[in-house]
């Protein structure tokens, strides 16, 4: 009788607690609006972009709203720690939420493009903030048995965000301008502010945790910059010139970060020996090749095919809702199915851009949406996935820099591939007014041209599993491994 009490009382004690209890309530919901206000504002932005850029000009400009905005993220992203650790994460939280405010209303006031442009780059710097310290206190507010769970929450949140986004953005643009579609992104980090005011509040002790990379941000920043200024340089020479010094800054950013005493990238990257610089390759090749389905899709759904704005937004998001869609269907495979996933989500990918490609120009609109599905999903079986590996092999000593490499790579990724869509579709004309011709060709370079390099990340998914394989054999055989 003893023992089992003894027991009884031990499996209580290891019982996980419940998540869904009052004391977690208030953390949780602040951590989803740290992370749900980034989707939001993104997809709030995208649905009141055409109209703006129809009332003000700059198509040309188009695909750097998203680069730039990337760019910023990043930097913001990468000082997080220094603010957390100089300022408290509550003081850091409501000056990052202050930030996006003043970024919302720069944007919606702009007289022109180049103030929607730094608008939506000081928004970007604010949300980057955001993002990370959500994360970061993720493990501060809960406890650590907890916090999947947690995270699990965190795509539920992207969902729901990505229907609240178009729905408020477009009804806004609709009703009233573009403008109050702007002006309401800037209200909306207030709720989190007043939580984080109250859930923060003496919980964090304020130690300076060290200098932030900004030089290696910065020069991975200019060479995004060069990539995306490209097509704006009269002369043909140097625009290849601006592309060459772009890659070149990049590539010595992660020269310097590879030498550096504390690491923003893991060193094993760029090989493509190690199974987690392949496994960084598929998360920088998949949102460079989707990179103009956000630039330009809703875009050419509201020029092109007349839909409103809020009916393009919707459209545009639908690869965000199948990601989320996807991604909590497949949390419960078992892991034998893991690799399957894993090779089929940029397979997808690819598949849904060469849909895309085709079906851009009078094809019937469900065809778009099919294939919009198919480019969430490809994300959403396999991106946890392939993080989880990722992580599992990181490198001893740089665990941190492995998990810093996932986001600040994705976003790279998907800056760069927002300012090639942006040197192919102004090449191709979308710039000025829309012919079925235009589209037609530009639609095949960017969609076309996502979808090549989809392919890519489909093979590097391949040398990844395999990679992953020998790796096992190793370790059974009691051989060293890497």
């Known amino acids: 009788m003893s023992a089992t009490h003894t ?89 990052a939420g202050f930030v996006v405010m003043i970024g919302g209303l720069v944007s919606a006031t702009a007289p022109t493009v180049g103030f929607i442009l730094a608008g939506r780059c000081i928004q970007g710097l604010g949300e980057g903030v955001l993002i990370a310290l959500s994360y970061v206190i993720t493990r501060e507010l809960f406890d650590n048995r907890l916090v999947p769970r947690v995270f699990g929450t965190l795509a539920a949140t992207w969902g729901g965000a990505v229907f609240f986004g178009p729905l408020v953005g477009g009804v806004l643009t609709e009703l009233f301008s573009w403008r109050v579609a702007f002006l309401g992104a800037a209200l909306l980090p207030l709720p989190m502010q007043a939580l984080a005011w109250m859930i923060l509040r003496d919980k964090h002790e304020r130690i300076f945790v060290g200098k932030p990379p900004l030089l290696r941000v910065s020069l991975l920043a200019i060479g995004v910059i060069g990539i995306a200024i490209a097509d704006r340089i009269g002369s043909s020479t140097l625009g290849a010139l601006a592309i060459v010094a772009g ?174 869509a942006g040197l192919i579709g102004n090449a191709a004309g979308f710039a000025g007014p829309l012919t079925t011709e235009i589209v037609a060709h530009g639609s095949l370079g960017v969609f076309g041209g996502g979808a090549l390099i989809a392919v890519l990340a489909t093979l590097a998914a391949l040398v990844f599993l395999r990679s992953g394989a020998r790796h096992a054999a190793l370790v059974r055989s009691g051989s060293p491994a890497e």
């Open 247 to 420: 890659i070149a800054a990049v590539a010595l950013a992660l020269k310097l970060d590879r030498h550096a005493a504390t690491h923003l990238i893991t060193t094993v990257f760029p090989s493509l020996r190690h199974r987690v610089s392949l496994g960084l390759w598929i998360l920088i090749l998949m949102p460079m090749a989707e990179a103009g389905v956000f630039v330009y899709t809703p875009y050419l759904l509201q020029l092109d095919r007349d839909l409103s704005p809020t009916w393009a937004g919707y459209f545009g998001a639908i690869h965000a809702l199948t990601w989320s869609a996807s991604a909590l269907a497949v949390a419960w495979l078992p892991p034998r199915w893991h690799s399957t996933v894993i090779l089929a989500g940029p397979a997808a990918l690819a598949f849904g851009l060469a849909v895309q490609s085709i079906t851009m120009t009078g094809g019937p609109l469900i065809y778009v949406g099919i294939a919009l599905a198919f480019v969430g999903i490809g994300f959403g079986i396999s991106h946890s996935f392939i993080n989880q590996r990722i992580m599992a092999a990181a490198p001893e000593g740089q665990e941190d820099a492995t998990a810093t490499a996932i986001p600040t790579l994705e976003c790279l990724g998907g800056a760069i591939g927002a300012a090639a």
């Open 7 to 95: 027991s009884s009382a031990a499996g209580a004690v290891d019982a996980p607690p419940r998540l869904l209890q009052r004391a977690n309530i208030a953390p949780l919901a602040l951590v989803n609006l740290g992370v749900g206000l980034h989707a939001v504002i993104w997809y709030m932005a995208a649905t009141a972009m055409p109209t703006a850029i129809g009332e003000v000009g700059g198509a040309e400009y188009l695909s750097w709203v998203g680069s730039l905005y990337l760019v910023t993220t990043i930097l913001g992203g990468a000082v997080t720690a220094m603010l957390k650790g100089h300022y408290g994460a509550r003081n850091a939280m409501l000056g």
